[in-house]
């Protein structure tokens, strides 16, 4: 089975700031798929972006980037500039087959203006 | 596409009653997963249905649930007798294998928000 560990449970910032969300998942299978999933106060969840184990490639979109790193297990998320619209829950996820995601408990970030 | 759909949004209903949660899946996705969140235990896997058969149902918690999948558009999960501590947001996903890695995620559904009285 798989695991996702998030540590931070709640973080706290101000407008502006750099933050980032940590995540450290735990896998015996070669081959698996990393995910983070936020949750805005409406409730829904919302893909943000995925990752398989073969492309450790760092990814940028707009304010948000993604630090994939095999050696350490983990996959953290940064955003840059905060803004208080990225106020939300956070999940990382895993999946080595699509069948079973295995979800980390979500760190909530509050962005304060 | 529409994306997943649930309904209802919000149900309110008393101990002991029956309640009865739907979902509609994206069109062409051949996985269907139905997921509860609380504070206490996160996002817990309830079942899931592959081509409408159910796959693994070892989420579920007890007797009292129960989901079917009748055709790849629809799915019920319901709670019979309901009691306080279902209170919940149900979510339904689905997704697919076979469309190309777009699709190779989970599509959330709004949720309905559960309350036992």
């Known amino acids: 089975a798989q695991k996702v560990t998030q540590a931070q449970t709640e973080i706290s910032v101000v407008e502006k700031e750099d933050v980032t969300l940590d995540c450290v998942y735990e896998?015996?299978?070669?081959?698996?798929?990393l995910f983070w999933y936020k949750q805005p106060p409406s409730g829904e969840l919302v893909f943000l972006i995925r990752r398989n184990s073969f492309d450790e490639q760092n990814e940028i979109s707009g304010r948000y980037s993604w630090n994939f790193q095999k050696s350490t297990s983990s996959f953290n998320f940064t955003i840059t500039a905060s803004q208080v619209v990225d106020s939300a829950v956070y999940f990382c996820?895993?999946?080595?087959?699509?069948?079973?995601?295995?979800f980390g408990s979500g760190t909530k970030l509050n962005v304060k203006p | 596409d529409a994306g997943v759909i649930q309904s209802p949004r919000h149900e309110v209903t008393e101990m002991g009653q029956e309640v009865t949660l739907r979902c509609k899946p994206i069109s062409g996705h051949d996985y269907l997963f139905w997921y509860r969140q609380t504070m206490m235990r996160g996002l817990e896997l309830l079942i899931y249905?592959?081509?409408?058969?159910?796959?693994?149902d070892s989420g579920m918690p007890e007797d009292r649930f129960s989901a079917k999948m009748p055709n790849a558009s629809f799915s019920t999960l319901k709670i019979q007798p309901s009691e306080p501590r279902d209170s919940a947001v149900y979510f339904c996903a689905s997704s697919s294998k076979t469309q190309g890695p777009s699709n190779e995620k989970l599509f959330f559904g709004s949720g309905t928000q559960l309350s036992v009285l």
């Open positions: 249905f592959n081509n409408n058969v159910p796959i693994d």
């Open positions: 996820a895993s999946s080595y087959n699509f069948n079973k995601f295995y």
């Open positions: 896998t015996r299978d070669t081959t698996y798929y």
